[in-house]
């Protein structure tokens, strides 16, 4: 066993049962939306970030568009345009009839200050090109845009090769008495400032929006701390630990919930010392009833009225049980089978056959003595009316603790199956569920809901349904 843990936002998991009456159903799912709400975040952080982010990619996406087309495309072309010029200058003056020196000095100027190696021979024809290069999207606008300022200048047939890979573009081109190679790096066509700008553009998109996660995280905190304090306290925890923060929404909300709590409190304090001294005024003439009738001569109307007497104080005794609820007492975690060993020994003296499966690995927050009394209250019920009776225990997938208690008497109708945790309800069946314990508000019909009040303070469900023995089956879910 060891002490309830302190209050955390981490402290209920997801899959944790919420308090609420319905049975045995619990809380109901989130159910998506039809249409675009289906896609939208089910959190709240997960919807205040798309709020916050959407803007941001929808105004980046814009502006990588308008830059592209603009800004992008009208450099890409300047620098086509100064490419096809000097390419068409030095076709020129070839044709011109240049003499080899000359031709030597343009070729030594442009590769040392324009980047362009060139090389002219005489008498040579453009082979037969493959133009099945393929490029990237980039790649193909730089070669197309040098191809349509090539056209506009040059007038000559020509052939563009780029490797992009290798970061040069050659230009073949043909003119009346040879062949014009000219060779150039890719930065003479291509602006590296344009990477480097949408580079430092999604670069502060994604810082923004990673602030924007931690800021939403930290507003979002004192909501989920609400939600959990909110839980707990319907569990019948203690949320003492939880602290009112965040925005003035949010405290608001919190602040509210402590006024609700506090409120909450203090009327079933008062309910409670109030009955407390009801049953403590009502026991003095009971005591001194008792007193006088055990001085009277036994006779059949002595003893009609001891049982009256008897019945009246177990009436008081389960009215205070019924209010106290066991609220009082802290929450240990405790292995199941090692707790239900006690319970075994207590109920061998219902003198029935009970049958126990309860796996040795399951852990759970209880308040022994209280969820003792529940399970005694049923096993009192059953071991009434059956002379059989099986407990088990099982573990599901999600986190939950399934004990069911089967027996093979008469059962109830379906009907009844919500109105026996009603208070004070009795059926007309032969069979009554609102027996229990003598000391455990059993014969005056608040055994099941005491049971019930001790579930659901575990923030737990139970509910009745038809067992396969042949009788009741009381089925009670616990979160782990």
């Known amino acids: ?156 047939p020509f052939y563009i090769h780029a490797d992009f890979q290798e970061k040069w573009v050659q230009v073949n081109v043909q003119l009346e008495n040879g062949v014009l190679n000219v060779e150039l790096p890719e930065r003479r066509l291509f602006s590296s400032s344009g990477y480097i700008f949408l580079i430092w553009m999604f670069s502060t998109s994604l810082i923004l929006s990673i602030v924007a996660v931690l800021f939403m995280r930290n ?32 405290r608001q909300a919190g602040q509210a919930f402590l006024d609700m709590r506090r409120r909450i409190k203090r009327q079933i304090s008062q309910r409670t010392i109030m009955l407390a001294g009801v049953s403590h005024d009502l026991r003095t003439p009971l005591t001194r009833m008792k007193l006088e009738l055990e001085m009277m001569g036994e006779n059949e109307d002595v003893k009609a009225l001891k049982n009256d007497v008897a019945l009246m104080q177990r009436m008081i005794d389960g009215y205070l049980e019924f209010v106290r609820g066991g609220e009082s007492e802290g929450i240990v975690h405790v292995n199941l089978a090692a707790y239900m060993d006690k319970i075994k020994i207590d109920a061998q003296r219902l003198g029935r056959d009970i049958q126990w499966d309860i796996p040795s690995y399951i852990q759970l927050p209880l308040r022994p003595l209280a969820f003792e009394r529940a399970i005694t209250n049923i096993l009192n019920n059953a071991a009434k009316y059956a002379e059989h009776i099986w407990v088990s225990a099982d573990v599901t997938n999600d ?82």
């Open 219 to 250: 507003q979002i905190r004192p909501i989920r701390r609400l939600a959990v304090a909110a839980d707990w306290f319907g569990r019948g925890r203690d949320v003492h630990k939880f602290k009112v923060e965040g925005a003035s929404e949010v």
């Open 1 to 156: 066993m060891g002490a309830e843990k302190d209050f955390d936002v981490a402290g209920i998991d997801a899959n944790d049962e919420g308090y609420q009456d319905d049975i045995p159903s619990g809380r109901k799912q989130y159910q998506p939306g039809t249409g675009i709400k289906k896609y939208l975040p089910r959190t709240l952080l997960g919807r205040s970030l798309l709020i916050l982010v959407t803007p941001i990619l929808l105004v980046q996406i814009i502006s990588t568009i308008v830059f592209l087309d603009n800004h992008w495309a009208k450099i890409m072309d300047r620098l086509a345009y100064a490419v096809a010029g000097e390419i068409t200058v030095i076709a020129r003056a070839i044709e011109d009839g240049i003499t080899p020196e000359s031709l030597n000095r343009i070729t030594g100027y442009s590769s040392q200050n324009l980047g362009l190696l060139i090389t002219y021979e005489q008498g040579a024809l453009i082979k037969n090109k493959d133009f099945s290069d393929q490029h990237i999207i980039w790649e193909s606008a730089v070669v197309n845009t040098l191809d349509k300022e090539l056209n506009k200048s040059l007038r000559r």
């Open 399 to 480: 986190g939950r603790v399934y004990i069911s208690i089967d027996d093979d008497g008469p059962g109830i109708s379906a009907d009844q199956y919500q109105d026996v945790f009603k208070p004070f309800y009795r059926g007309d069946s032969a069979r009554s569920l609102d027996v229990g314990d003598d000391n455990n508000g059993g014969g005056v019909g608040l055994g099941m809901p005491i049971a019930m009040d001790i579930v659901h303070s575990h923030g737990g469900r139970i509910w009745l349904e038809p067992s396969d023995k042949g009788g009741l089956r009381v089925v009670m879910r616990l979160p782990m």
